[in-house]
């Protein structure tokens, strides 16, 4: 079938909307029109390949949709569900077998390489090969291929032009809360980062009922919102004395610490912030490469711990219902941070990102 797909052609070149062939779902493939999907950070380091995705690609990972046809050996799901789309893992390894898919042994093969594991792909144009299966989805087109493990069935009445972001970038800085961290009830919590994915570990920590939240960022509009969110202080990234800042905050240096940028400055502040027995985790994403330092010998004598974590350390088919319930309580706003766009306005919504316009864009088809 023919669908509409954004494209990435070239590195740091706009997207193209072009129409493309989509093959028929594989047995393990569930096929669904997508109603939106969220713009995620990682998309745009893919189409700038900072990760060597191959292009020309269909990229998009945070979609919702419809499912169309499945194929024969699919259980989860049946044509007609709504569905939620997240990252792909091979589901066998030891580390999917424990829990924690997102850092399955396959994970790069599975999310990165633009094909499936027989090495073809499901879209082309006019006999040219296009990546498919981007985080097991490609979610910027119309309809997708998606591998059964993407896919989150979610109730007929989910607002599925709302939940996309769930799949990726929302559920990323709540379960490095949620799941990795987990503040204890009166603790102090500081995230370096007020876009979607520190926003969503602000409203995160404030659900795990830390006292002192504290948000650092550069943008004074995003610190405001980060207090109506759920932060108790916020500090400007901008300020030479920031680390002297929190520490008198949060009483000395704080309990647990969140890098969500993925710089390498800001993660030496953050390691440099925590208190004794802090542990902190860094969910920002950087270029291949990219190093950072610590004082190891100020962090061994204060038993802190770092965690890398990745997806939000989740099992998708079973925090993604759970944050969804956390909105419908009214617990976890994330609707806040949400712009829509239409396919056609894919370039404006990756430059809103960019510029802090927009916290979190979504394409609504």
């Known amino acids: 079938m023919q669908v509409t797909a954004a494209v990435a052609t070239a590195a740091k070149s706009p997207f193209e909307i072009v129409e493309l062939d989509l093959d028929e779902p594989r047995p393990d493939e569930v096929r669904v029109r997508?109603?939106?999907?969220?713009?995620?950070?990682?998309?745009?380091?893919?189409?700038?390949?900072?990760?060597?995705?191959?292009?020309?690609?269909?990229?998009?990972?945070?979609?919702?949709?419809?499912?169309?046809?499945?194929?024969s050996a699919v259980t989860a799901v049946a044509p007609g569900d709504k569905v939620l789309l997240s990252f792909n893992s091979c589901g066998s390894c030891r580390l999917c077998l424990t829990g924690h898919p997102a850092y399955c042994e396959q994970f790069y093969a599975h999310n990165f390489e633009g094909r499936r594991g027989d090495d073809s792909s499901a879209l082309s144009k006019d006999g040219q090969v296009h990546s498919s299966h981007f985080f097991g989805q490609s979610s910027f087109a119309t309809y997708?291929?998606?591998?059964?493990?993407?896919?989150?069935?979610?109730?007929?009445?989910?607002?599925?032009?709302?939940l996309g972001p769930l799949g990726c970038g929302i559920q990323t800085g709540a379960g490095a809360i949620l799941n990795v961290l987990q503040p204890r009830p009166g603790s102090s919590v500081v995230v370096f980062g007020a876009g979607a994915v520190g926003l969503s570990a602000v409203m995160a920590a404030k659900i795990r009922n830390a006292t002192t939240i504290v948000c650092v960022d550069v943008v004074a509009e995003r610190l405001e919102l980060a207090l109506s969110l759920g932060a108790t202080h916020t500090?400007?990234?901008?300020?030479?004395?920031?680390?002297?800042?929190?520490?008198?905050?949060?009483g000395g240096g704080a309990d647990y610490a969140l890098d969500t940028t993925g710089v390498a400055a800001v993660f030496r502040t953050m390691t440099?912030?925590?208190?004794?027995?802090?542990?902190?985790?860094?969910?920002?994403?950087?270029?291949l490469g990219t190093e950072s330092t610590i004082d190891i010998g100020t962090q061994m004598l204060s038993g802190q711990k770092i965690s890398m974590v990745i997806e939000g350390d989740s099992m998708p088919q079973v925090f993604i219902p759970e944050l969804i319930r956390l909105h419908r309580a009214g617990l976890f706003p994330f609707d806040r941070l949400i712009r829509t766009y239409t396919l056609q306005e894919i370039n404006q919504a990756f430059d809103d990102s960019h510029s802090g316009d927009t916290l979190k864009p979504v394409i609504v088809f």
């Open 34 to 71: 997508l109603v939106a999907t969220g713009i995620c950070h990682t998309d745009a380091i893919v189409r700038d390949q900072w990760y060597p995705t191959p292009l020309p690609a269909v990229l998009g990972h945070e979609g919702a949709g419809v499912v169309d046809a499945v194929g």
């Open 144 to 162: 997708a291929n998606v591998a059964e493990r993407s896919v989150v069935r979610v109730d007929d009445h989910a607002p599925l032009e709302l």
């Open 235 to 250: 500090v400007n990234g901008r300020d030479p004395d920031q680390i002297q800042q929190i520490k008198d905050i949060t």
């Open 272 to 287: 440099d912030c925590m208190g004794i027995l802090g542990h902190a985790a860094l969910v920002g994403a950087s270029a």
